[in-house]
């Protein structure tokens, strides 16, 4: 490990800028000793239209589940924490919980669920039918009991006008409490408390989803991001005397601008 971790010190001085994608993961760059300045630029998503939100693909395919439904979309591993979530819908009847995705712990977590009649496995799924099954979940739970540096599936349920219920943890606090498109959680109780608070006040449910896509469009599609991304190129291109890679720069910005 020290001879992997000397190479990487001495490779520093050949890099002229460091990112972040999250406020967490550039702070925890500092608390394990990494002292070079982060820019924080976050992950982003392509954006979609207002109009695209309600497509006709809603109505050639109606919804994934006649009843309520909450949604967890991701790899089915352990640190991922549905473990945790599982039991929870034993004494929740009010609606389903329906997993998208696959992995190593997904037979252990069937065992789990066995006899639990609303949780439902419905597999990997494509990306259109996975907007479907967002577009109409009650909330997208993000229970991961593990640190992550962004959070790329939260603005994935914001893109389609989803709250989210994410474990406080890691980047996810940051991503929730920009946004207003959601709830934290910290334990059994407190996810409960938050489904049914979502789940029972459609009103609440509407205003979270609108702040949830107004804040993607704002804070992690590609227009909101990629020139912030540009303009760490510009800056770190100004302090390096790099007069060719400005000009490029320059002739990028009409480009930009038609994001």
Do not use: C
Request: proline share 5%; aromatic share 10%; glycine share 8%.
């Amino acid at each position: 490990l020290w001879r992997y971790t000397g190479y990487l010190d001495r490779q520093l001085k050949h890099i002229d800028a460091f990112i972040a994608m999250s406020e967490f993961s550039r702070d925890k760059h500092k608390e394990f000793g990494f002292t070079r300045p982060m820019e924080v630029v976050n992950y982003f998503l392509p954006g979609i239209g207002k109009a695209a939100r309600g497509s006709s693909d809603d109505s050639n395919q109606g919804r994934p589940s006649e009843r309520p439904y909450f949604l967890f979309v991701g790899r089915l591993e352990r640190i991922k924490g549905l473990d945790d979530v599982i039991p929870v819908f034993k004494q929740y009847p009010e609606a389903d919980l329906l997993i998208a995705g696959d992995g190593t712990h997904g037979e252990e977590l069937k065992k789990l669920a066995a006899g639990v009649a609303n949780v439902k496995f419905v597999g990997r799924l494509a990306p259109s039918e996975l907007d479907r099954y967002y577009r109409h979940a009650v909330a997208l739970i993000v229970p991961s009991a593990g640190f992550e540096t962004f959070g790329i599936i939260l603005i994935e349920a914001f893109r389609q006008s989803t709250p989210v219920i994410a474990r406080r943890i890691g980047p996810f606090p940051e991503i929730v409490e920009r946004s207003n498109g959601g709830e934290l959680f910290g334990d059994a109780t407190e996810l409960v408390r938050a489904m049914r608070k979502i789940q029972s006040d459609p009103a609440l449910r509407q205003t979270m989803a609108e702040s949830a896509y107004d804040s993607f469009v704002s804070n992690w599609s590609e227009q909101a991001v990629v020139p912030k991304y540009l303009e760490v190129v510009r800056k770190t291109a100004q302090a390096k005397g790099r007069g060719e890679l400005l000009r490029k720069l320059e002739q990028t910005d009409s480009l930009v601008s038609a994001l």
